[in-house]
């Protein structure tokens, strides 16, 4: 497959993007930074260096997506102090790109899970650790991803979102559980490299189409 990934510097993000290339996906990166990348990476892609977000000219981001067949965003922020709106306006930027280049690829989108206690949860991370807990201390990250998922949703185009718990730089653990349009009982962390393979799965599973995913270890 065709694949494109915003936040391939990232933890995650480069996780999808190693992953993707092993597997024989043709991989695109875009990126702010391309030194960033490990130099045996960027051999093996083809690398776009741009802000998504900030660019004044955005012809970059549409050719990037033009032809794809899916698009992956792992765009996120480490900042959990203050209100941003980071997801949110990549979400914004990315389906606006996508609609623009006339071609439909998949839009799979990055988010967490700790926004939406429900079905799957047990009552206790359900009642208490979500909304009591999690929601007071994550609440700008967690209304950043809120707002990003609301703009897919009424984007026009495919979409998959995979929503995950606390994600940890550990090894893989050979595999992964996940929910469809439900929460994953226990499901409060998952590695990254985990992560990217279920972002991957659902860039390449037609299935998952028009769902939202959440998985965790």
């Known amino acids: 497959m065709k694949l494109t990934v915003f936040g391939a510097t990232g933890g995650t993000g480069r996780q999808i993007v190693l992953q993707a290339v092993?597997?024989?996906?043709?991989?695109?990166?875009?990126?702010?930074?391309?030194?960033?990348?490990?130099a045996g990476l960027r051999d093996r892609i083809a690398v776009v260096e741009t802000d998504p977000v900030d660019a004044?000219?955005?012809?970059?981001?549409?050719?990037a997506v033009s032809g794809r067949d899916a698009v992956i965003s792992a765009i996120g922020t480490r900042d959990l102090k203050h209100p941003t709106r980071v997801c949110t306006d990549a979400a914004g930027v990315l389906t606006a790109a996508i609609r623009s280049a006339g071609s439909r690829p998949r839009f799979v989108l990055a988010s967490n899970?700790?926004?939406?206690?429900?079905?799957?949860?047990d009552p206790l991370t359900r009642f208490l650790v979500k909304p009591i807990v999690l929601a007071p201390l994550l609440r700008h990250m967690i209304e950043d991803m809120r707002q990003a998922e609301q703009v897919v949703r009424a984007s026009g185009v495919p979409w998959t979102i995979v929503?995950?718990?606390?994600?940890?730089?550990?090894?893989?653990k050979g595999g992964y559980r996940c929910g469809i349009d439900?929460?994953?009982?226990?499901?409060?962390?998952?590695?990254?490299?985990?992560?990217?393979?279920?972002?991957?799965?659902?860039?390449?599973?037609p299935a998952q189409a028009g769902h939202v995913v959440s998985v965790g270890n």
């Open 56 to 63: 004044v000219d955005r012809a970059d981001v549409t050719a």
């Open 22 to 38: 092993d597997a024989g996906h043709e991989v695109t990166a875009v990126v702010r930074d391309a030194t960033r990348l490990p």
């Open 113 to 121: 899970s700790a926004m939406a206690p429900g079905a799957g949860d």
């Open 163 to 172: 929503r995950a718990g606390r994600l940890t730089d550990g090894r893989s």
């Open 182 to 205: 439900r929460n994953v009982l226990g499901g409060f962390q998952i590695t990254r490299a985990d992560f990217a393979t279920a972002m991957l799965d659902a860039a390449t599973d």
